[in-house]
């Protein structure tokens, strides 16, 4: 990885590093086709595609069983880190259930919320190149906690299922299993076929295939967000272990060959130890060629910033997926950056930590998306309803507040709603 400093960015290197996206629209046409056969033919489409996509023959789409199966078949470590990762993702997700409540105001006004969860939700679970059994606790286990009835999950079908996803996908508590991928899934969720259950929502992240299909039937149904290529920023400063920003960064290249991996720090040697690490490191890598080409892309590289200040700033601006902290004044830096999926502090706080099992959830906004919202997180999955109760007297005081401006919107059958209440 090369140093660039900062300030010397030019407007196609800037493009580079914030036009992030998710790639979907080179595939949109196909998407769009396959979604509206799934609609209109159902498991004979979903079927098809199966086959043509993932090169499987897939008779029952239902494999609910199987996962229950896989559980006791599973090494006992694995299920004993499947099993510690579930609990400290329940355990987070627990902790943000929100309380109904309602409070009586002094003029008469009773006002409240209350909170109810969906009913039925798709989860899709990555399978193919890479299988991702943390993403079914991710996506699973927050929908379950708000008290969804249905969870269904829909993962890539496979000559030889992963056992370790679907064990994984029947301790996260899923009510129904379909080896499904790609668009098609998408689509059968968000319309049901003869054996999927139509569901409210389509949560999870994908390929641009999956994501092309959120995009699709969004509106027809629910999504949690569109999410591109998984990213990294590290801000770090002339404290930070050029060995751990390193770590972190390859980790995260490893994902994707389109994922962005960007370091920024105001010490020049800092950044220079911080890129020699790099190339040093992903040498030794299992997936090697996939990590150097996303660190060699131009959305990746070592920044060099000219003071902590435009650091900051800089990672403000990014809106990372993955913001770690690596400073001897992390908590200041924290303070001034608003926009961020995940934050990790310090550094024993590897990205790797959320990704598994910390508890927090790996489900986030990429490409600028954390500036609007959130991760996947027990909200997701819940409705608010308002609640309101008024007696005779905080009507009253509130009767000419509500006709005056009924009146001035040309809404006089509003107006007449209250006056009605104090006709002799």
């Not at 660039?4 to 580079?16: F, S, Y």
């Not at 993962?155 to 056992?163: D, F």
């Not at 902590?308 to 992390?330: K, M």
Request: hydrophobic content about 40%; charged content about 30%; glycine content about 8%.
């Amino acid at each position: 990885m090369n140093v660039r400093k900062l300030a010397d960015l030019g407007p196609d290197d800037r493009r580079a590093l914030f036009d992030r996206d998710a790639g979907i629209e080179g595939v949109r046409e196909d998407v769009r086709d396959i979604v509206s056969r799934v609609r209109e033919e159902g498991d004979v489409a979903v079927r098809e595609f199966c086959e043509e996509f993932d090169g499987v023959s897939v008779g029952n789409l239902d494999i609910t069983d199987e996962a229950e199966r896989a559980y006791d078949e599973i090494d006992d470590g694995i299920r004993e880190a499947i099993e510690t990762a579930a609990e400290n993702v329940r355990e987070f997700h627990e902790a943000q259930l929100p309380d109904d409540w309602r409070r009586e105001f002094a003029d008469g006004r009773e006002l409240g919320r209350r909170f109810r969860p969906l009913e039925r939700v798709g989860v899709y679970v990555p399978g193919g190149a890479a299988a991702y059994p943390s993403s079914a606790l991710m996506g699973v286990i927050p929908a379950k906690v708000a008290g969804v009835e249905q969870v269904a999950v829909a993962t890539p079908p496979a000559e030889e299922m992963n056992p370790v996803t679907l064990a994984a996908i029947h301790v996260a508590g899923a009510d129904a299993v379909f080896n499904v991928g790609g668009a098609q899934a998408v689509a059968a969720l968000a319309y049901g076929t003869e054996q999927v259950d139509r569901v409210q929502k389509v949560v999870g992240p994908g390929n641009k295939w999956v994501t092309a299909a959120k995009a699709e039937v969004q509106g027809d149904v629910a999504i949690d967000f569109l999410a591109g290529p998984s990213e990294v920023l590290v801000v770090a400063d002339d404290t930070a272990d050029p060995r751990l920003v390193a770590a972190d960064l390859v980790a995260q290249a490893e994902h994707d060959p389109e994922a962005s991996v960007v370091a920024v720090t105001d010490d020049e040697d800092t950044a220079e130890a911080i890129a020699e690490e790099v190339e040093s490191q992903v040498e030794n890598r299992e997936r090697a060629d996939v990590a150097r080409k996303a660190l060699d892309g131009d959305e990746s590289g070592v920044l060099l910033a000219r003071s902590p200040s435009e650091a900051i700033l800089f990672a403000e601006e990014y809106a990372a997926e993955h913001l770690s902290i690596q400073a001897d004044d992390d908590e200041e830096i924290l303070d001034r950056i608003d926009s961020a999926g995940s934050v990790f502090l310090g550094p024993y706080t590897p990205v790797a930590a959320g990704d598994y099992a910390s508890g927090t959830n790996h489900v986030l906004p990429t490409n600028g998306g954390a500036k609007i919202t959130g991760g996947l997180s027990v909200d997701t999955f819940l409705r608010e309803t308002t609640v309101q109760r008024l007696d005779e007297g905080a009507l009253g005081d509130l009767s000419e507040t509500i006709t005056t401006l009924a009146e001035a919107e040309g809404l006089e059958a509003h107006a007449e709603s209250v006056r009605k209440r104090f006709e002799d």
